[in-house]
């Protein structure tokens, strides 16, 4: 069976399984587009398809893009990967649990080894505080440093270095790009990323009512029946046990602070060309170099970093052994998804770059899904 075939097969399934709502899929085998297809409902309410250019909450797709503009500063001389975070925001000294200080370099923010933990929640005090207070207890609208200067004072679970969390490290990050440009998170990732790459439909801001906007939809709870239509916030139990809880409302938010870890919309086409530009040595806006070693594991004194045969680079996660990991892929495969449903892969040794967004969380990025749409490219194995 063609590979397109397959594909449309694989995800009209999820669609008629109730699993997710709609979803977009691209993938490129040695820069040849080999699928490229929007199948299901962008918004099931107004009956509206999914297209090509529908644009998406990107969570956790946003961290990428944040760190190939980290890394064009290492480039340009203005961040060094070896530097401690508090050389560029002089109010980030952390602690650990015992009472020690420690210190987090930029290399340690994009590997996930700084010993930040997940998203941090303000206490009842914090909460009351006058900063949030002056802001409507809203968070959100703290600035970015406000922000960090919080998550400062929370004691660190492990030395940095010495383990892997997936938490707020890139949020952590782009405060440091946003420091040493004297600009906003979104100018920077602008002026080093999205813009010389042609990325025009990726920003930290959409206006209310965006046409384009896909549905933000969740698992529901009733096994086999439709995802239902999010709210504002909206949360889900994931796989770790708790709960991931969203906010759709944030993108629309002119307030909000930039989130480097999960505050960008934009569309299949335009991350696309990120995945494309990584793979082929850094698409002009970082050198080979640089590409190849946040491509590379950056994490080997680690037993593993984000799960059986997994290590971390600066982008996502890095196959170092397949079997382990139940993967087709070959090793040297970087991955990572976003929350509201998202996936993407790298396999240099095969030459392809995927990218499959859904609108449908937690299934399109942490359900059966992505492990499908792999599959299906890789078939017969």
Request: with cysteine; charged share 15%.
């Amino acid at each position: 069976m063609p590979i397109a075939e397959r594909l449309d097969a694989t995800i009209k399934r999820a669609i008629s399984d109730n699993r997710i709502v709609g979803a977009v899929v691209i993938a490129k085998e040695r820069g040849q587009t080999i699928y490229e297809n929007a199948l299901g409902l962008a918004d099931r309410e107004a009956e509206r398809p999914m297209a090509l250019d529908t644009v998406f909450r990107f969570s956790s797709l946003t961290k990428p893009i944040v760190a190939t503009t980290a890394l064009a500063l290492v480039d340009a001389g203005l961040l060094e990967l070896e530097a401690s975070v508090s050389r560029y925001l002089p109010y980030f000294r952390p602690k650990l649990a015992s009472g020690e200080g420690a210190e987090i370099t930029i290399r340690q923010l994009l590997t996930h080894t700084s010993g930040l933990g997940r998203e941090y929640v303000l206490s009842e005090t914090e909460l009351a505080g006058p900063a949030v207070q002056a802001v409507g207890g809203n968070r959100w609208h703290l600035s970015l440093d406000e922000n960090m200067e919080l998550l400062a004072g929370v004691p660190l679970p492990f030395a940095p270095g010495a383990g892997w969390a997936y938490g707020q490290s890139t949020d952590l990050l782009g405060a440091a790009v946003a420091r040493v440009t004297g600009t906003t998170l979104g100018e920077a990732v602008a002026r080093y990323v999205t813009g010389p790459l042609g990325m025009s439909d990726t920003v930290f801001l959409l206006p209310q009512g965006e046409p384009r906007l896909a549905a933000a939809y969740a698992d529901n709870p009733e096994h086999g029946e439709p995802p239902v239509l999010m709210g504002d916030p909206h949360s889900v139990p994931n796989p770790a046990g708790t709960l991931t809880t969203f906010s759709p409302g944030r993108i629309f938010d002119a307030k909000a602070y930039h989130s480097g870890g999960s505050g960008m919309a934009g569309t299949a086409p335009d991350f696309m060309v990120l995945l494309e530009a990584l793979r082929t040595g850094g698409g002009g806006v970082i050198k080979g170099e640089t590409t190849a070693a946040g491509l590379g594991n950056q994490t080997p004194q680690l037993e593993q970093a984000s799960g059986p045969g997994w290590q971390f680079g600066y982008f996502g996660a890095y196959l170092v052994d397949p079997i382990a990991a139940d993967s087709p892929c070959a090793v040297g495969t970087m991955r990572w998804g976003g929350i509201y449903g998202h996936s993407w892969f790298i396999d240099p040794v095969a030459g392809l770059s995927v990218g499959a967004m859904t609108n449908t969380g937690l299934e399109g990025s942490d359900g059966i899904f992505p492990l499908d749409i792999r599959d299906a490219i890789y078939w017969p194995t």
